[in-house]
C-alpha cells in the first residue's frame, strides 16, 4: 500500500472515531435493507464505480460498522455483507454478469422513453432539436437512476429464479440417476449371491445324483418290466405280464 492510501485510511479512521453511534446503526440498518442480489447497492455505488472505487467505499464503509466500533447487535452481518460485495465486484467474471444486466436494463428502460415520446409530440421534437442531448441528460437524471436500480432488480430477480429452477431440475435428474445406479448395483448384488449360492451347493447336488443312481432298482434276467399304460383302445388298457423264460 503506498503512503497516499495510508495516509486515506489515516484520514478515515480519524473521521470515523468522531462518528456517532446513531450514525453507525443507521448505516448497518441501511446495508442490511439492501436488495441481496446486486453488489453495487450494499457499498452505494453507482454502476459505472471503477474497481478503485469498490474498494475506497468498502474501506470507509467497513470502518463505519465494523464490530468492535459499531455497537448494533446485526453490525458483525453489516460487515460480512459488504466483504461479500466487494468480492463479487472484484471477480472479474461476476462483475461482468452483473453489468451485462445492467445494460439489459438501460435498453428496456430506453425502448419505453422512446414509446412515451410518441405519444408525447412535444417531448419528442424538443429530443430532435437537442440532436440527442435530451436523451442524455435523462439518463443523468434521478429519475432515470432510481428506474434503472428498479429495473436491475427485477431483470437479477427473474435471473436468479432460473437458475435455481435449472439446479433444482439438474438436482432432481441425479437423484434419479443414482437411484437408477443403486437399484443396478443391488439387482446385480443378488444375482451374485443367487449364483454363489448355486455354486456353493454344486457339490451336495451331484453327491445327491450320484447316491441316487447307486440306489435306483435294478432288472433282473429274465424279467421285463412292465410298459406304460397303452391307450390304443380308450375304453380298455392293455398291460404285458411278466414273462418268465426257462
Given at each position: 500500500m503506498g503512503e497516499s492510501a495510508q495516509d486515506e485510511d489515516l484520514l478515515l479512521k480519524s473521521f470515523f472515531a468522531e462518528v456517532n453511534e446513531v450514525e453507525r446503526d443507521n448505516e448497518v440498518t441501511r446495508i442490511l435493507s439492501c436488495f441481496?442480489?446486486?453488489p453495487f447497492e450494499y457499498l452505494n455505488l453507482p454502476f459505472d464505480a471503477s474497481p478503485e472505487d469498490?474498494?475506497?467505499q468498502y474501506r470507509k464503509l467497513s470502518l463505519l460498522v465494523h464490530?468492535?466500533?459499531c455497537k448494533h447487535p446485526q453490525a458483525k452481518e453489516a460487515f460480512g455483507a459488504l466483504a461479500k460485495a466487494q468480492q463479487l465486484l472484484l471477480d472479474q467474471q461476476e462483475r461482468d454478469y452483473i453489468l451485462t444486466q445492467v445494460n439489459a436494463a438501460?435498453?428496456?428502460?430506453?425502448?419505453k422513453r422512446k414509446k412515451q415520446l410518441k405519444k408525447d409530440t412535444a417531448s419528442k421534437i424538443k429530443s430532435l432539436v437537442d440532436e440527442g442531448k435530451y436523451e442524455q441528460n435523462y439518463e443523468r437524471s434521478e429519475e432515470f437512476r432510481r428506474e434503472l436500480i428498479l429495473k436491475v432488480r427485477e431483470i437479477l430477480t427473474e435471473q436468479e429464479w432460473r437458475r435455481r429452477k435449472m439446479q433444482m431440475?439438474?438436482?432432481e435428474e441425479e437423484g434419479r440417476l443414482k437411484k437408477d445406479e443403486e437399484e443396478s448395483k443391488e439387482m446385480w448384488k443378488?444375482?451374485?449371491e443367487h449364483e454363489e449360492q448355486?455354486?456353493?451347493?454344486?457339490?451336495?447336488r451331484v453327491s445327491s445324483w450320484r447316491d441316487f443312481?447307486?440306489?435306483g432298482k435294478k432288472v433282473k434276467k429274465g424279467e421285463t418290466r412292465p410298459p406304460k399304460l397303452k391307450t390304443e383302445d380308450p375304453n380298455k388298457s392293455y398291460v404285458q405280464r411278466p414273462v418268465k423264460r426257462g
Open positions: 441481496k442480489l446486486n469498490v474498494k475506497k464490530p468492535d466500533k438501460k435498453e428496456e428502460l430506453r425502448a431440475r439438474i438436482s443378488r444375482k451374485r448355486w455354486e456353493g451347493t454344486r457339490e451336495q443312481m447307486k440306489s
